[in-house]
């Protein structure tokens, strides 16, 4: 049981890179803060955050609310890049952030996203990205309420783990937007 937890989880080893990536989904801003965190250590150049077609408690669309946050928090307006997609699914944002990367000749980017995300974040991202050249680090918020260790003792960590065991199958059996909501 601890090991299934514990696969989802991808925490690359930090080094600098052009471009730091907040995924979208991110009701609680935490992929946002620990973003603009790296970008303000100095361990990226730019922020870029994911279209969706999200929309946030303020009926705003999700990347214009983040991008302001992000500016709130002292990201520069021009540091901060918003894919042209609205992606749907992991695929669709690995292939956006693609574009925009390779729009700016960056090689590298970081993305961050919640812990029990990052092994398929991993995969869709090295996958699309392998055939450009490009490389991702990926990395998690840390206090997130997911627990690798303890993922089965609660209704929402069981349900949270093996949706992403039955996303991370669908995209390694090449259903690229097989995304359950």
Not at 36 to 61: C, K, M, N, P, R
Not at 149 to 174: A, C, H, M, P
């Amino acid at each position: 049981m601890l090991f299934l937890g514990r696969f989802l989880l991808v925490n690359d080893r930090l080094q600098p890179a052009d471009v730091v990536v907040a995924l979208g989904g991110d009701a609680t801003l935490d992929r946002l803060e620990m973003a603009v965190e790296l970008y303000h250590d100095g361990l990226a150049d730019a922020l870029i955050i994911t279209e969706t077609t999200a929309t946030v408690y303020t009926g705003q669309q999700e990347s214009l609310y983040l991008r302001n946050q992000a500016m709130a928090m002292g990201v520069p307006e021009n540091a901060i890049f918003v894919t042209e997609v609205n992606a749907t699914s992991t695929w669709d944002e690995a292939r956006a952030v693609r574009k925009l990367m390779l729009q700016n000749n960056w090689t590298s980017c970081i993305a961050v996203t919640d812990p029990y995300h990052t092994r398929r974040v991993k995969i869709a991202f090295t996958q699309d990205f392998k055939a450009h050249g490009l490389n991702v680090s990926v990395i998690y918020t840390p206090d997130h309420w997911y627990r690798p260790s303890t993922w089965f003792l609660t209704g929402k960590g069981r349900q949270t783990t093996l949706l992403e065991y039955v996303k991370i199958l669908g995209q390694l059996f090449g259903f690229e937007n097989y995304e359950l909501k």
